[in-house]
């Protein structure tokens, strides 16, 4: 099969490498569609992933091959590759070390991963995608999920108003979950135009252009002096931490799901008075990504604007296409299709 190898810092080629067999217990899948992570270009951008890795985590497609003593799935059947839960008593492998840090862990989510036309994992772990959810959307239920998780661990009440610093994949996702979760007005900033233009089309009251304008004395204005509830980092810019901090409400809350990989900058005095919660998200359990396909399913979460038919790039397009990502312009959503 065709597989896209990572080869050494921003270098990935496309190669045949062997088709994987499914063992007993395991399931192969035929990848039809696989997103691009922002976590996936930081990888690619820094030099971060193993040398020879098949990366890509996020991914649609049909079962394929059974292994041996597999129930419960039929060949054909559309699954994303994650959200099941294990067998009673089978370690789940999500637990992390006390000391974690996303950089150090080096592995990402699956190896080899889904930038691939096929790829074998236990029968357990996919999840069946429900009729009238588009392959390209199920794809995303990932990304979708993380989202979802920063929004449960935020304290956002019905009617709060929100702010969503940067409109990639996870701030779009957060946009429309905030909205079902009952927001009251939301506030997107985003320095890219397609980001913008997407976000605005997800109904946010008002995109700010952050290098355009102060966004920090513009959100305050907005909410007549006092600072927004809470506001979700999902940018993750030099900028993004401190803004947050100086437009948040007294006692209201920052969520950081962003993965800064720049030092940023801060400056406590302009927020430490105001006694603010500052709290971070990372990654989703598995019940939240059936939550995510339940919310798709049910139309509160879109894929338009998300994914354009520009978003889908064939496998011999993934290194420009990771390339333009790392600073995305016109890209929203790119998903590679093997
Ligand atoms: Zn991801």
Redesign the pocket.
Known sequence: MRAAVYKGKQHLEVEEVPTPTPGPGQVLVRVKCCGV?G?DVHRFQHGMFWPDLIPG??FCGVIAELGADVEGWTLGDRVIGGGGSPPPGMPTGGHRAPRYTSRSNRSP?MSPGAYAEYIAMDAWRPLPVPDGISDELAALT??CA?ALHMVRLSRMRLGDTAVILGAGPIGLFALQLVRAAGAGRVFVTEPAPARRRAAEELGADRVLDPTELDVVSELVAETGGIGPDVVFDCGGAQRTLHDALEMVRREGQVMVVALAWDEGYILPVEWVGREVELKTSYGSTPGEWGICLDLMQRGLVRSEPLITPESMVPLDGIQRAFEGLMSPDQQVQVLIVP
Request: proline share 12%.
């Open positions: 992570c976590s985590h996020e989510t990932e990304p993380v």
